[in-house]
């Protein structure tokens, strides 16, 4: 089991940028794929990015470009660089893992969640 522990978030102009990172407990993180999701008021939660325990990476045709996953297993912390950020970006951002070897890339593959951070982009 894996608790995760999201922190990055805030408020920033159109245009600007943030680094998300996830800290997660436990001995085994570079066995897990990682990935982030955005729930908006009143969407479902999607994608943004995932990263796989090979550092192979998936993302949402929106943020390509824009946005970079990574990982650093030593610190057990997975991130996610946020650049050119835009108003529609706005939305609670989670942070999950999966114990799989394959690169996941929707939320029903993901078992353990953190508990979100805010980000905010104003226009």
């Known amino acids: 089991q894996v608790q995760l522990v999201e922190s990055g978030g805030g408020l920033v102009q159109a245009g600007g940028s943030l680094r998300l990172s996830c800290a997660a407990s436990?001995?085994?993180?570079?066995?897990?794929?990682m990935g982030w999701f955005r729930q908006a008021p009143g969407k479902e939660r999607e994608v943004v990015a995932t990263?796989?325990?090979?550092?192979?990476?998936y993302y949402k045709d929106s943020v390509t470009g824009r946005f970079t996953i990574s990982r650093d297993n030593a610190k057990t912390t997975v991130y996610l660089q946020m650049d050119d950020l835009r108003p529609e970006d706005t939305a609670v951002y989670y942070c999950?893992?999966?114990?799989?070897?394959?690169?996941?890339?929707?939320?029903?593959?993901?078992?353990?969640w953190g508990q979100g951070t805010q980000v905010t982009v104003s226009s």
């Open positions: 436990g001995r085994t993180f570079g066995s897990y794929a």
């Open positions: 999950a893992a999966d114990y799989t070897p394959r690169l996941p890339t929707s939320k029903a593959e993901f078992d353990y």
């Open positions: 990263i796989g325990r090979y550092g192979n990476t």
